[in-house]
């Protein structure tokens, strides 16, 4: 179960077209043409909003996941 906070989402979740979805509409992947690709700018803008530490990083599991 997702929990919010004033209509944030706390957790991924699957927004109403199934893409993997954070905070209030952040999706994590984009549609280039035909293919869906993980977001160029996730990792830096995940630490700025403090969700991975200055030296952390996705896995390639958490990216597969994706």
Do not use: C, H
Request: aromatic fraction near 4%; charge should be negative.
């Amino acid at each position: 179960m997702n929990k919010t906070r004033g209509g944030d989402r706390l957790n991924v979740y699957l927004d109403s077209e199934n893409i993997p979805t954070v905070g209030i509409g952040y999706a994590l992947i984009t549609n280039q043409g035909d293919t869906w690709v993980v977001r160029p700018d996730l990792v830096t803008d995940l630490r700025d909003v403090g969700i991975l530490g200055e030296n952390e990083n996705l896995t390639a599991s958490d990216l597969q996941r994706l």
